[in-house]
Nanobody, 117 residues
Framework: QVQLVESGGGLVQPGGSLRLSCAAA????????IRWYRQAPGKEREWVGYISTDGRATTYADSVKDRFTISRDNAKTTVYLQMNRLKPEDTAVYYC??????????WGQGTQVTVSS
């Protein structure tokens, strides 16, 4: 079955960096765009960014543009979210997502990122 497993979250000081990973299994990874979302306490889940099947195209939410970078390694069926210059408002649970149309919409379990001094 489809599995998405995020990792790499933790506590970091403002201005610091973290790299999240999303390990995928159970589907043809290289055939699907992958998206990152986040959800802060008391807020709705928001889209962070996306990467195309071959990794050549990425787009980002304005709130993270120029600070976050999404990449993927299709051989390892893993997507990464490199987060730099982190701010307290980046504190959230981060999720990766794959939308497979009629085959379903899948989410990982999430990984907590806390930005605090």
């Amino acid at each position: 079955q489809v599995q998405l497993v995020e990792s790499g979250g933790g506590l970091v000081q403002p201005g610091g960096s973290l790299r999240l990973s999303c390990a995928a299994a159970g589907f043809t990874f290289s055939s699907y765009d992958i998206r990152w979302y986040r959800q802060a306490p008391g807020k709705e889940r928001e889209w962070v960014g996306y990467i195309s099947t071959d990794g050549r195209a990425t787009t980002y939410a304005d709130s993270v543009k120029d600070r976050f970078t999404i990449s993927r390694d299709n051989a390892k069926t893993t997507v990464y979210l490199q987060m730099n210059r982190l701010k307290p408002e980046d504190t959230a649970v981060y999720y990766c997502n794959v939308y497979r149309g009629l085959f379903g919409n899948y989410w990982g379990q999430g990984t907590q990122v806390t930005v605090s001094s």
